[in-house]
């Protein structure tokens, strides 16, 4: 069995469940980020999915959730988005502590930190203890990029180009779909192969790994970039979430304090595959892969 399903089995084998039941995968911490509700872009029903598959301790919520920017330029906002926060605040009311860190794009949210709202908490930034004693700074990352904190205007504009890259990835994906290929990414693609793009992310990724190093902390965890990453940075455990725009992707921490990405893909397959697998005396049993 692959290490990577090993871990999904023991979130999954969290709770007993009975013949056919389909029990959310537990973990002790999920993050995620850059959803960006309040766009086309936005996989607002995978993500919906992946909450109604999920359960954990501790939600946090790292930053640009709402698009605030697009919304003053075009009104979007349709039910799976309106069924994403009520599920949001679902959790919260059932004992999910749900941590709201916003980003740029949900600046607006700002002026209420250190404020709680139906159960979520707003903070600015957090420090999270993993289950293992890693202590982890918790925080959206925009102020560590150099454009946003120099020149928003040139943000402003490069968001823009953003969407007009996903646009133009909707409607080519559309085809490739027709043709029974898979999904393909141009901005991933741009990003891994222009040197500039490539510079950008790296420079980021060391400032918050210094910023981490500097407080005396283990980590750091971020999203802003909307590239999923694991990696260590000068003795600094660096992790990015990743989005729920392409990636579909959430760091989670399991109850040993193992800290893995998962996609939405992964979760839904290993539910549908576990719920599918030999039930033996009520209790669900996996067989190895």
């Known amino acids: 069995m692959k290490p990577r399903d090993q871990f999904l089995d023991a979130a999954?084998?969290?709770?007993?469940?009975?013949?056919?039941?389909k029990e959310p995968t537990r973990f002790r911490t999920i993050w995620i980020s850059d959803v960006h509700l309040g766009t086309t872009g936005c996989q607002a029903a995978r993500l919906l999915e992946f909450l109604r598959a999920t359960e954990s301790e501790t939600l946090y919520l790292v930053g640009d959730i709402v698009d605030g920017w697009q919304l003053k330029r075009r009104w979007y906002w349709d039910q799976v988005h309106n069924n994403i926060?009520?599920?949001?605040?679902?959790?919260?009311?059932?004992?999910?502590?749900?941590?709201f860190v916003p980003g740029n794009h949900d600046e607006a949210v700002r002026q209420f930190i250190d404020l709680d709202f139906g159960g979520i908490r707003v903070r600015d930034e957090m420090v999270h203890t993993t289950a293992a004693g890693k202590r982890m700074l918790v925080l959206h990352g925009d102020r560590f990029d150099g454009v946003i904190a120099c020149a928003k205007w040139l943000a402003y504009v490069g968001d823009n180009l953003y969407t007009m890259i996903l646009t133009f990835n909707q409607w080519y994906n559309a085809w490739r779909a027709r043709a029974g290929l898979p999904y393909w990414s141009l901005s991933q693609y741009l990003k891994s192969k222009v040197k500039n793009a490539v510079n950008y992310i790296s420079?980021?990724?060391?400032?918050l790994a210094e910023e981490a190093k500097r407080r005396g902390l283990d980590g750091v965890i971020c999203g802003h970039i909307h590239k999923p990453e694991i990696r260590e940075i000068d003795g600094?455990?660096?992790?990015?979430?990743?989005?729920?725009?392409?990636?579909?992707?959430?760091?989670?921490?399991?109850?040993?304090?193992?800290?893995?990405l998962v996609t939405w893909q992964e979760i839904v397959k290993h539910r549908k595959h576990a719920v599918e697998a030999e039930v033996d005396d009520g209790e669900l049993c996996v067989s190895p892969s």
């Open 12 to 21: 999954f084998l969290g709770s007993k469940v009975g013949p056919g039941k």
């Open 85 to 99: 926060v009520q599920t949001v605040l679902k959790k919260a009311k059932k004992g999910t502590e749900v941590i």
């Open 203 to 207: 420079s980021f990724e060391e400032a």
């Open 236 to 260: 600094v455990t660096y992790c990015n979430d990743g989005d729920w725009v392409e990636s579909l992707s959430a760091l989670v921490e399991d109850q040993a304090g193992q800290l893995r």
